[in-house]
């Protein structure tokens, strides 16, 4: 019985040490994240008015012709957005 006592507080200490790192690393990760926040702000991005874009006939008339020879003549182009 003695060996079977040691392999289970060798394992219970082991867990401990396991759980009580990663709490730390999370808490040191935590503590890092707020103080980069607080003191290091992040630069404010100007905003460009972004025009909408325009496709050209030929880019068109491609993207038509692709998604009816992908669907067999079966799907339609509506509108053409850029995501």
Request: overall charge positive; aromatic content about 6%; proline content about 4%.
């Amino acid at each position: 019985m003695q060996p079977f006592n040691e392999a289970l507080s060798l394992m219970v200490v082991g867990m401990i040490t396991v759980f009580f790192i990663l709490f730390s690393i999370v808490l040191i990760g935590d503590i890092l994240i707020r103080v980069s926040n607080k003191y290091l702000p992040e630069e404010a991005q100007e905003s460009k008015a972004e025009k909408p874009h325009r496709t050209s006939n030929n880019t068109h008339a491609a993207i038509k012709a692709a998604i009816s020879l992908a669907t067999k003549g079966k799907g339609t182009v509506t509108s053409i957005t850029k995501i």
